[in-house]
């Protein structure tokens, strides 16, 4: 093992930076990295003049570690396709520094193992990387908050969770210091707000849930897993599909799920800045509970596609809180707005959702 840079304090932070000239030097390196630490590496196995030439191999990885093992770093010698797997959040300009080599891919993936050196050329791996999005109104409901936050603050996967309180005649200071936690305080009462965080936002990919569920971080996981292979895709949960018939009626039960409901969805950061640039479905909603409906046409619109669905299995769970106050609950003719919505969103965007 060669040493070519090492700047360590007396308190033994800093980086070193080491070339390996043997097999052996694998195990070398196993007994220094700690947890905690991070690993960052780049190796060309040939002169690249087409990254997608098969003869070719380009390795990015940077690592943050959660645990190590030798058989694990023999592992990430026998990459065949182009990898780039990183923890963005430890790289500033990661975006340039790999965009040379393909296209900047969608940070999900919270630990590496074996299977993820199968499959897709391009692949991220991390300890964080969604942004949780939360909207409430009812001071009802503040209980449910004392179990949401905690556990989301707790969640590595998650980048942030941004808190968007709706009543401008209810104060609500949340009773957890996390720096995780953004909250923002709405002059008006619309359920636009839970799509207006771009500025926000430091991941791609975004969640916006209900405050009146708690979903398990291996579900939040495998929602996350299925939209890092389908980055265009709207994705849900199973218990919350629903139906469009011909006659474009909205209807909990069917055979082809056509929507997935507002209370767990998961998409890409892009769909929230071209639903807010659109000045028209924007005050068409303003005053409506036709979001979500809005949010599943628009990206219907784009392509073409209806969302997937996760199933809810074993640890993959959401837990049920109070919903007090919700609108489905207050509003006796719900079922009949909601129909209302299917039917502006499929004629606004020219689309058949059935």
Same mark, same amino acid.
């Given at each position: 093992?060669?040493?070519?840079? +090492?700047?360590?304090?007396?308190?033994?932070?800093?980086?070193?930076?080491?070339?390996?000239?043997?097999?052996?030097?694998?195990?070398?390196?196993?007994?220094?990295?700690?947890?905690?630490?991070?690993?960052?590496?780049?190796?060309?196995?040939?002169?690249?003049? +087409?990254?997608?030439?098969?003869?070719?191999?380009?390795?990015?990885?940077?690592?943050?570690?959660?645990?190590?093992?030798?058989?694990?770093?023999?592992?990430?010698?026998?990459?065949?396709?182009?990898?780039?797997?990183?923890?963005?959040?430890?790289?500033?300009?990661?975006?340039?520094?790999?965009?040379?080599?393909?296209?900047?891919?969608?940070?999900?993936?919270?630990?590496?193992?074996?299977?993820?050196?199968?499959?897709?050329?391009?692949?991220?791996?991390?300890?964080?990387?969604?942004?949780?999005?939360?909207?409430?109104?009812?001071?009802?409901?503040?209980?449910?908050?004392?179990?949401?936050?905690?556990?989301?603050?707790?969640?590595?996967?998650?980048?942030?969770?941004?808190?968007?309180?709706?009543?401008?005649?209810?104060?609500?200071?949340?009773?957890?210091?996390?720096?995780?936690?953004?909250?923002?305080?709405?002059?008006?009462?619309?359920?636009?707000?839970?799509?207006?965080?771009?500025?926000?936002?430091?991941?791609?990919?975004?969640?916006?849930?209900?405050?009146?569920?708690?979903?398990?971080?291996?579900?939040?996981?495998?929602?996350?897993?299925?939209?890092?292979?389908?980055?265009?895709?709207?994705?849900?949960?199973? +218990?919350?599909?629903?139906?469009?018939?011909?006659?474009?009626?909205?209807?909990?039960?069917?055979?082809?799920?056509?929507?997935?409901?507002?209370?767990?969805?998961?998409?890409?950061?892009?769909?929230?800045?071209?639903?807010?640039?659109? @000045?028209?479905?924007?005050?068409?909603?303003?005053?409506?509970?036709?979001?979500?409906?809005?949010?599943?046409?628009?990206?219907? @619109?784009?392509?073409?596609?209806?969302?997937?669905?996760?199933?809810?299995?074993?640890?993959?769970?959401?837990?049920?809180?109070?919903?007090?106050?919700?609108?489905?609950?207050?509003?006796?003719?719900?079922?009949? +707005?909601?129909?209302?919505?299917?039917?502006?969103?499929?004629?606004?965007?020219?689309?058949?959702?059935?």
């Amino acid at each position: 093992m060669k040493q070519v840079f +090492r700047n360590i304090d007396k308190y033994y932070a800093g980086s070193v930076e080491l070339v390996p000239e043997e097999p052996e030097d694998m195990w070398h390196a196993y007994n220094l990295v700690a947890v905690g630490d991070t690993l960052r590496s780049t190796t060309i196995r040939k002169p690249s003049k +087409r990254i997608n030439d098969a003869t070719n191999t380009k390795t990015i990885i940077i690592i943050q570690t959660d645990s190590f093992s030798f058989k694990a770093a023999t592992d990430i010698l026998k990459f065949s396709k182009i990898k780039i797997m990183l923890s963005y959040q430890h790289l500033q300009n990661w975006r340039e520094e790999v965009s040379y080599y393909a296209a900047p891919c969608l940070f999900i993936y919270p630990h590496l193992t074996p299977s993820m050196l199968e499959g897709s050329d391009t692949l991220c791996v991390g300890t964080s990387g969604v942004s949780i999005v939360l909207m409430g109104y009812s001071t009802k409901r503040f209980p449910n908050y004392e179990t949401i936050l905690p556990s989301y603050s707790n969640m590595g996967i998650i980048d942030q969770i941004i808190l968007i309180w709706n009543n401008k005649n209810e104060s609500f200071m949340p009773n957890i210091d996390s720096p995780k936690i953004k909250l923002i305080k709405s002059s008006d009462n619309s359920m636009n707000n839970r799509f207006n965080v771009s500025e926000y936002l430091r991941t791609d990919a975004v969640m916006v849930i209900d405050d009146d569920v708690l979903i398990s971080e291996p579900l939040l996981s495998l929602m996350l897993f299925t939209m890092g292979e389908n980055t265009n895709r709207l994705v849900g949960i199973s +218990r919350d599909m629903r139906y469009v018939n011909s006659n474009n009626e909205y209807l909990v039960s069917g055979n082809d799920p056509s929507l997935t409901l507002g209370k767990t969805m998961l998409f890409h950061r892009r769909y929230l800045e071209k639903y807010m640039q659109d @000045k028209t479905l924007v005050e068409w909603n303003s005053k409506r509970f036709c979001e979500d409906i809005s949010i599943n046409g628009l990206i219907f @619109k784009e392509t073409n596609l209806k969302p997937l669905f996760v199933p809810m299995t074993g640890q993959n769970t959401r837990k049920d809180l109070t919903e007090i106050d919700g609108a489905s609950i207050v509003d006796k003719s719900w079922a009949l +707005r909601r129909t209302d919505c299917v039917q502006w969103v499929s004629e606004y965007f020219q689309i058949k959702l059935y």
